[in-house]
């Protein structure tokens, strides 16, 4: 599989995710994806958002609700 070079906005990243900005900040904060800045904008590269780390946040996501 070829790495990807494509970089989402914030919005495209918790669209893709079914996730909110808020929780988004959390995520990141918490480590679980990495964001990078470019200028003044915050983008996360689309190979950070594969189906385990769609596993990693749903795993995450059950654990808050606790």
């Keep these: 599989m070829q790495p990807n070079n494509e970089f989402l906005t914030?919005?495209?990243?918790?669209e893709k995710l079914h996730i909110s900005l808020s929780t988004l900040d959390t995520y990141t904060k918490l480590g679980i994806l990495n964001a990078k800045?470019?200028?003044k904008r915050?983008?996360?590269s689309?190979?950070?958002i594969t189906d385990s780390?769609?596993?990693k946040i749903n795993t995450q996501k059950?654990?808050?609700k606790r």
């Design 37 to 39: 800045r470019m200028g």
């Design 42 to 44: 915050v983008l996360y």
């Design 53 to 55: 780390m769609i596993d």
């Design 10 to 14: 914030r919005q495209q990243t918790d």
């Design 62 to 64: 059950h654990k808050m």
């Design 46 to 48: 689309a190979d950070d």
